[in-house]
């Protein structure tokens, strides 16, 4: 958009390709900023720094030391992330953040956009359903977690729905069973955030222009046609947004996680975010546990760094 | 305007400045030195777990009974159990520490005491000549100081319904031979025999590993695999493995999925026979159905093993930095004392005995049975995580639900659970 703008006013000085130097030469003398500014980028930046940067400093420092939170951390080097390679659990939890990445993330894109587009057309009562979908949003985490846990527990509703249609022999402890105590907390996530994509997709759908679908109905489109080569490519800004929440989303979740298992039974639903907390808080090693946090940092780095390179390539 | 400019420079360097001293190592994770506090302010801090309602209210009174007694006042400050729980190293070790702590007899305090954090209370116990051996060594670190008041203790045990256990026919076991037998019986009535919940109280199941463990290799053995002397991997931990198996069929399969709360209530409702618990389910359970419930001893396995008995002990202890070492030790002096356990067992849920021999506990049959099962035993164990430590709890958590999951295992569950807790102990 800027490109454009600085194509288009050629008279103007472009703001950004002309650097300091040329600059200088235009104007009187350099910008002055007034103190005032200067406080309100400096005060909150001071206390960003004592309260963010330093203790994420000191994780990183912690990352490297054998520290029980009683005695002095001793240093390890890098010890804590060769034990990882040989950690069973530090497999599963990866696994199984890998595992949470794409179908929480993937399921919530898709069911997300799916509804928006059912959705986008003004009909009578479908505020309802877009309210309706959008309600679980509204609940905390944890308060979804507990409706849920209802749900799954045993003779529940889960169990009563499947023996009211002949599947009794499938019924089993959700949440306590290893093979499916980590879909069985996907699914309320999923049910959480596909109503909160959905929103993101249906503001990206309102501003595609419709003129774009008329010229295309008669260009001789179909449907699908008019989605894949109209609605997809004008939803590009829509989809970074979408995009970084989902990714910053997944491996952030923890308190879903950790209010229906615990990470539990034995371990089977532990993701790197889960695994953090409890070997920080419950087994108190919290050099390893800096460590493990220092991979789940280095992980959303080189997601969504990935994710800006490409999209600054795009832009340039 | 240059000036500006530069001086935005010198500030940005100054910054930096910052930013570089914040990476100097070990900052905020150095021990600062003790004696930073003022003198004696003539004000006591009281940092207490007991959180859930009757006991808040039961501490409460406890120190205002304390506070006529003229001396120091005592501040309560009452913390939410997990929160505590996790931030009591932090208080151990900050520079101007609460000076009184709620927490846990045995090797949960000693590896306090180990990091020199607690004040030796030695002549507090100058006033206690009345307690029992037992108590004395609960309370004395490796180093070979008081540092521990106990005040109130309670037991577990097998609790059941007298009327369900008369319904299906069945009598208390004494063996463990007799025990299965029960088992069976209440099965084929269409019952599962033993209730559980390890949904988010994985920490339940320890109680079945201590008790076989202390049946089976006794107390002292247990003691010391739990303080990293031992292996887990040793046949004879196996062995109580073996043992386990042989009632795996008649643990509640539901028990996986909820809480202990709920199997009480699941025990009470007659939906399982018996249930391996701490009196302090009582907590959630209605006064009406109390009546009718009562236990038995965990049943003798090998009659040449010394019988002991789980009896976790609660009671206090101080932090090394008080800044009124005597004051601190008047109010525990005082606190050991007949007359304020009494306060506090009367005033919570009451299934707590004072740990002074003295003390009156509350006069229900079922607590009587229970201080006379505690009172018979050779030897006391506390409970998995204060006879180790909360960071060995966990991987017991991990190894144990994996074994009531998959027996065939256990040779793969016990290697896991030793590599987990060397960690935990080299750390």
Request: hydrophobic share 45%.
């Amino acid at each position: 958009m800027t490109s454009t703008l600085t194509q288009t006013a050629p008279g103007r000085p472009a703001p950004r390709a002309g650097g300091g130097a040329s600059r200088r030469t235009k104007r009187s003398g350099p910008r002055r900023v007034s103190p005032l500014i200067l406080a309100f980028v400096l005060v909150p930046f001071a206390i960003e720094a004592v309260w963010v940067f330093w203790p994420a400093l000191q994780g990183f420092w912690l990352a490297l030391t054998n520290w029980d939170g009683l005695s002095a951390p001793s240093f390890v080097g890098f010890g804590n992330f060769s034990d990882m390679v040989s950690d069973p659990i530090f497999r599963t939890a990866l696994k199984n953040t890998a595992i949470w990445l794409v179908l929480f993330g993937g399921l919530s894109v898709i069911g997300g956009f799916g509804m928006a587009l059912l959705l986008q057309r003004e009909r009578r009562g479908v505020g309802i359903y877009r309210a309706a979908l959008f309600t679980p949003v509204v609940f905390s985490l944890v308060v979804t977690a507990l409706i849920w846990r209802v749900f799954y527990q045993p003779d529940g509703l889960v169990d009563t729905v499947f023996r009211s249609v002949g599947l009794g022999n499938f019924v089993r402890p959700w949440l306590a069973d290893p093979d499916t105590a980590l879909y069985a907390v996907i699914l309320p996530a999923l049910w959480r955030q596909i109503g909160y994509v959905m929103v993101l997709y249906l503001a990206g759908l309102k501003a595609v222009d419709p003129a774009l679908y008329e010229a295309a109905k008669v260009d001789g489109a179909s449907a699908w046609q008019r989605t894949r080569f109209v609605t997809i490519p004008q939803l590009k800004g829509v989809n970074s947004v979408v995009l970084s929440v989902i990714v910053i989303d997944s491996l952030r979740s923890f308190d879903i996680v950790w209010s229906m298992t615990k990470g539990g039974p034995y371990h089977s639903s532990e993701l790197l975010s889960t695994y953090m907390y409890s070997t920080a808080f419950q087994s108190t090693q919290l050099g390893y546990a800096s460590a493990l946090a220092v991979v789940i940092f280095l992980l959303a780095l080189a997601v969504i760094l990935g994710y800006l390179i490409r999209a600054f390539r795009d832009e340039t | 305007m240059t000036g500006l400019a530069a001086d935005r420079r010198t500030f940005l360097k100054g910054l930096g400045l910052l930013g570089a001293a914040a990476l100097v190592p070990g900052c905020a994770t150095s021990t600062s030195s003790p004696g930073s506090g003022s003198a004696a302010t003539g004000e006591l801090s009281l940092q207490s777990n007991l959180s859930s309602e009757q006991a808040k209210a039961a501490m409460e009174k406890v120190v205002a009974a304390y506070n006529k007694t003229g001396g120091s006042q005592v501040k309560l400050n009452t913390v939410a159990a997990e929160i505590f729980r996790t931030q009591l190293p932090t208080y151990l070790t900050s520079a101007n520490p609460p000076d009184v702590y709620t927490w846990y007899a045995g090797s949960v305090a000693d590896s306090y005491a180990k990091k020199d954090l607690l004040l030796d209370v030695s002549s507090v116990w100058d006033s206690m000549t009345n307690y029992p051996k037992s108590m004395q060594t609960l309370s004395t670190s490796s180093a070979g100081q008081k540092i521990f008041v106990p005040t109130s203790y309670y037991w577990w045990g097998m609790f059941y319904r007298k009327s369900n256990f008369a319904k299906w026919g069945v009598t208390p076991p004494k063996t463990w031979a007799e025990f299965v037998q029960v088992c069976k019986t209440i099965q084929s009535k269409g019952i599962p025999p033993i209730g559980i919940g390890l949904g988010d109280t994985p920490w339940v199941a320890s109680a079945w590993f201590d008790y076989l463990n202390i049946r089976i290799n006794g107390a002292p053995f247990h003691r010391q695999l739990l303080a990293g002397q031992g292996d887990f991997t040793d046949p004879k931990v196996k062995a109580v493995f073996t043992k386990w198996r042989e009632v795996l069929p008649y643990f509640d399969p539901k028990g996986k999925s909820f809480p202990f709360q709920e199997a009480t209530s699941a025990l009470l409702a007659g939906k399982t026979g018996m249930f391996l618990i701490g009196t302090f389910f009582a907590d959630s359970a209605p006064k009406d159905a109390l009546d009718d419930i009562d236990f038995f001893q965990f049943p003798i396995i090998d009659p040449a093993v010394p019988v002991a008995e789980e009896a976790p002990t609660d009671g206090y202890f101080a932090s090394k930095k008080a800044k009124d070492p005597d004051g601190v030790k008047k109010l525990m002096t005082w606190l050991a004392t007949a007359e304020a356990q009494e306060i506090y067992v009367q005033s919570s849920s009451g299934t707590a005995i004072p740990a002074n021999p003295d003390g009156k506990s509350a006069d229900t049959p079922l607590v009587k049975k229970g201080k006379a099962m505690i009172e018979g035993a050779a030897e006391l164990t506390q409970f998995f995580n204060r006879d180790s430590s909360d960071a060995l709890q966990p991987t017991a958590d991990a190894a144990l639900t994996k074994f009531l999951d998959k027996p065939d295992q256990i040779d793969q569950i016990l290697k896991t659970w030793q590599t987990a807790a060397e960690k935990v102990f080299k750390a």
